[in-house]
Nanobody, 121 residues
Framework: QVQLVESGGGSVQTGGSLRLSCAAP?????MAWFRQAPGKEREGVAA????????LYADSVEGRFTISQNNAKNTVYLQMNSLKVEDTAMYYC?????????????????WGQGTQVTVSS
């Protein structure tokens, strides 16, 4: 079921930037971004503890991606810089209403519909 609202995906050339947004329906304990390319496993990209500065990033995006929240704490963003072809995937927003979820998909109980990010050389 689609429970979160995502936006911001699109096509960009290598080295470019995109910013994804995700709106939660209510209170969350933590929010995160996952991605999945065709024929590959879903992987955690970035996670943030609601109302704090505590974040966790996958090694593959550390230093290039930044996860943040708005002041109302109901929207999470993923700023993606220095994009690479290997970043091409469907990106999914996730939220946990009860706990810190980290980069483990099983810890999240709310999901978005996905937004496509395509990076070309």
């Amino acid at each position: 079921q689609v429970q979160l609202v995502e936006s911001g995906g699109g096509s960009v050339q290598t080295g470019g930037s995109l910013r994804l947004s995700c709106a939660a329906p209510g209170y969350t304990s933590s929010m995160a971004w996952f991605r999945q390319a065709p024929g590959k496993e879903r992987e955690g990209v970035a996670a943030r503890l609601t109302g704090s500065s505590f974040t966790l990033y996958a090694d593959s995006v550390e230093g290039r991606f930044t996860i943040s929240q708005n002041n109302a704490k109901n929207t999470v963003y993923l700023q993606m810089n220095s994009l690479k072809v290997e970043d091409t995937a469907m990106y999914y927003c996730a939220a946990s209403s009860t706990r810190w979820g980290g980069l483990e998909a099983k810890n999240y109980n709310y999901w978005g519909q996905g937004t496509q990010v395509t990076v070309s050389s």
